[in-house]
């Protein structure tokens, strides 16, 4: 079977989960919307017309001066009086939510609940829970596919070379893992956390130091298989080199394990950062996280829609997930390449 005719089958088993298959595109339908969050839920317009000309207060900072006002400072576009100086020579265009994620809605009471105002209510401090959920699902979907792709070359190349290698290497390979597997990783990460308070990229470097042992094993074992595979001998008696053998002959057998794998690995990872936000020892205060959603749905049981919101997105983002797992193990399955349905 070909390569081209081997992966239209493997699509074909992949559209075939319907559950799956529909949760892909959902799943990245949601995504890719949330990457456009300043153009969705923002405390600025996106286009501002005035005396004649465009200007674009998404991508640049305008003082009042350049609508008529008296003050060099930044235009706050919500207020009346800009409001008033704008709309006596133009036009303002809103996206769809009037606010950011950090934005405080001043005239309500706080937490206050879901109006044509705020869709989703306001949380303990006032800020549109809506437009935090937008930009806390994007952060968790890019944190957990960057820990997902650092974690995988780093467990890729561990298992690959404790499965071609062997001996010595793999027994000692297989000590450390046991031991670094079995050590309470949230709790280290809860510590480690607290000396400093982490950015994104210091979370991300921290978790990774976990994330990475969870594709050894099976990486090892397809490694290990493939190693004794006939055409690999032959290649190596051949005098082909180490490297080539296991980036070209073996590598991509093992690909197959990982990228069933690797939806899974996404869900964990969303869950650890959700559970440290939750925790207070995550993202920086006051950044749009789902883990302070739930704690703070947690701490105000009076605002029953803040919990139910972080309920039900996490719901909803890893049960998506999970059947885009299924649905690719099913896919990448040898069994099914030659069967019937």
């Known amino acids: ?116 105002d705020n869709w989703l209510g306001t949380d303990d401090q006032g800020r549109d829970v809506l437009a935090r959920v937008i930009y806390g699902f994007r952060i968790s979907i890019l944190f957990g596919l960057t820990l997902t792709v650092f974690s995988s070359i780093i467990g890729v190349a561990a298992g690959a070379v404790q499965g071609f290698y062997g001996g010595r290497i793999d027994l000692f390979g297989q000590r450390f893992i046991e031991i670094w597997s079995g050590m309470p990783s949230l709790y280290l990460l809860i510590i480690l956390s607290s000396f400093v308070e982490p950015g994104f990229w210091w979370l991300l470097g921290i978790t990774l130091l976990f994330q990475w042992v969870a594709l050894v094993d099976v990486v090892r074992a397809e490694f290990l298989r493939g190693r004794n595979l006939e055409y690999v001998r032959a290649a190596k008696a051949l005098g082909m080199g180490n490297s080539r053998l296991m980036f070209k002959h073996i590598l991509p057998n093992a690909m197959i394990a990982t990228i069933t794998f690797m939806p899974f690995i996404l869900t964990g990872a969303i869950t650890t950062l959700t559970s440290l936000d939750f925790l207070g020892f995550g993202l920086p205060a006051g950044s749009p996280s789902l883990g302070e959603l739930i704690a703070q749905g947690k701490n105000n049981l009076h605002a029953p829609w803040l919990g139910i919101t972080a309920f039900t997105v996490m719901s909803v983002m890893l049960i998506l997930l999970v059947f885009i797992g299924e649905a690719a193990r099913d896919a990448l399955d040898p069994r099914k390449y030659y069967m019937g349905h």
């Open 1 to 116: 079977m070909t390569l081209s005719l081997l992966n239209q089958r493997r699509w074909q088993n992949f559209t075939r989960n319907r559950r799956g298959y529909f949760s892909f595109w959902l799943f990245l339908i949601l995504f890719f919307t949330t990457l456009f969050a300043e153009f969705i839920a923002n405390e600025k317009p996106l286009v501002v017309y005035y005396d004649g000309s465009l200007y674009f207060p998404v991508f640049k900072i305008y003082p009042e001066t350049t609508f008529g006002g008296e003050f060099e400072l930044e235009t706050d576009y919500r207020q009346d009086y800009a409001k008033n100086l704008i709309n006596a020579k133009g036009w303002m265009l809103w996206p769809p939510i009037h606010y950011s994620y950090d934005t405080i809605n001043y005239a309500r009471v706080a937490p206050a609940p879901p109006s044509l």
